[in-house]
């Protein structure tokens, strides 16, 4: 007989995946006449909705891993790809930021996103690491300045006349490629390296990190600052993407990259996590999201069934740290 208990967390995540596609498989031949799994189409469309919050939540997962949080990153998603989408408009195109703008080399616009996202995550460390302040407070702070930035410098108007070099870059299969390279990356840096064993030392116990010589500030930030970076590539995909950059793009991302990282295991008591978690996470919450849109349910009840997932995904972790601390 299968024990579950002897399975290692990401093959139990993975369960739940299966059994949730399958509930819907089953359901949609019934109420809907259709197979949910069995359209290569379907799939592709899921993959391709979760790779931009699968790249914010590769980020946010080790933020949680320290213990703390991090609710800027659909805020300076859209920060990033609004500066990124100025700098990659092609000659000719009008443009209120830069009236004779050339086509500059597909780096500037790519570097801009990737600076303005680790500038904004370098401060939500920064002030995390030196204030003492919970981190809830700095990042929710950069989300809404972020926001208002992101409208502010484009005027609440859209970008448009994108390059087709660096629209290509959301195009096709580039973004999920895109999303499991950082994948990887991140989970072999975590697994494999000193950055990952201080950043999980300072999420299990900060104080004996501390003492163990780690220089926890400095620490942190570079954490926030990756997460940030994240962020901005992010936005700079999703942009691509859309061919053209909009200020109220990612509305709403942060939240879907914390619950990914919850669902996929990582605790927000810090020290415990998993990228692989969080990549399955995230396949989760994309075909709950087509699996409604698949039986036509309306779009509340997506956020509502979402709700009770974060919800349960958080008591079942408190109860495992209950059940862990009494041993």
Not at 54 to 65: D, E, F, L, R, Y
Not at 112 to 127: D, E, R, S, Y
Not at 194 to 214: K, M, P, V
Not at 282 to 297: E, N
């Amino acid at each position: 007989m299968l024990n579950f208990k002897k399975l290692p967390a990401d093959a139990n995540i993975f369960l739940i995946l299966v059994v949730i596609a399958l509930l819907f498989e089953i359901i949609g031949w019934v109420v809907v006449g259709q197979s949910f799994l069995f359209n290569t189409k379907r799939l592709v469309i899921i993959v391709l909705q979760v790779s931009i919050i699968g790249i914010i939540a590769i980020g946010v997962t080790q933020v949680i891993i320290t213990a703390g949080i991090d609710l800027s990153g659909g805020a300076v998603a859209a920060m990033a790809a609004m500066a990124a989408a100025s700098l990659a408009q092609a000659s000719g195109t009008f443009s209120p930021f830069f009236p004779n703008l050339l086509d500059l080399p597909l780096i500037v616009p790519i570097a801009a996103g990737l600076a303005i996202g680790m500038l904004a995550g370098c401060i939500n460390g920064t002030i995390t690491a030196t204030t003492g302040v919970p981190p809830f407070i700095p990042t929710l702070g950069m989300l809404v300045a972020a926001r208002g930035v992101a409208v502010l410098y484009s005027e609440g108007q859209p970008i448009f006349g994108l390059q087709e070099g660096f629209t290509t870059i959301g195009q096709g299969i580039w973004p999920v490629v895109i999303f499991l390279s950082a994948a990887l990356v991140f989970h072999i840096l975590l697994k494999h390296t000193l950055y990952g064993r201080r950043t999980y030392a300072i999420g299990s116990n900060e104080e004996a990190a501390r003492i163990a010589g780690i220089n926890i500030p400095r620490h942190k930030i570079l954490v926030y600052t990756i997460a940030g970076g994240l962020s901005g590539l992010a936005g700079i995909v999703m942009c691509a993407r859309a061919t053209m950059g909009q200020p109220g793009m990612g509305l709403m991302y942060e939240l879907d990259a914390i619950s990914a990282a919850v669902i996929g295991g990582t605790s927000l008591f810090g020290g415990k996590g998993r990228i692989s978690g969080t990549v399955i996470g995230v396949c989760i919450l994309g075909v709950i999201t087509s699996g409604f849109t698949f039986l036509r349910i309306d779009f509340y009840y997506q956020e509502i069934a979402k709700g009770m997932i974060i919800v349960a995904a958080v008591i079942s972790d408190q109860y495992r740290q209950k059940r862990q601390g009494g041993r």
